[in-house]
Nanobody, 119 residues
């Protein structure tokens, strides 16, 4: 089992930056990839970014490429999502997820953290 806890969400203004954290615990050595997703109000959950637990491979959805950066600190077992130039349309619940076998396949999910961007 892998447990995920997101933090760092909040209310910010358009143009601000925010860093989300995802603390990973449990059988972290089984983790292959970590991902960030979001679910805007009334919409389906969408992929944002992913990073392999080892190595340097990162992946981004086109709409956030250049504004969002994913990183990890294996010593702290934490994955981050750095978000710059936030827009009101970035308002959503943000989730992190862990996959055990391959990029795109996620087995564990956190509870989510709310990000609200005011105009």
């Amino acid at each position: 089992q892998v447990q995920l806890v997101e933090s760092g969400g909040g209310l910010v203004q358009a143009g601000d930056s925010l860093r989300l954290s995802c603390a990973v615990s449990g059988r972290t050595f089984t983790t292959y990839v970590m991902g960030w997703f979001r679910q805007p109000p009334g919409k389906e959950r969408e992929f944002l970014s992913a990073i392999r637990w080892s190595g340097t491979d990162t992946y981004y959805e086109d709409s956030v490429k250049g504004r969002f950066t994913i990183s990890r600190d294996n010593a702290k077992a934490t994955v981050y999502l750095h978000m710059n130039s936030l827009k009101p349309e970035d308002t959503a619940i943000y989730y992190c997820a862990a996959g055990l076998t391959r990029v795109g396949d996620y087995n564990y999910w956190g509870q989510g953290t709310q990000v609200t961007v005011s105009s």
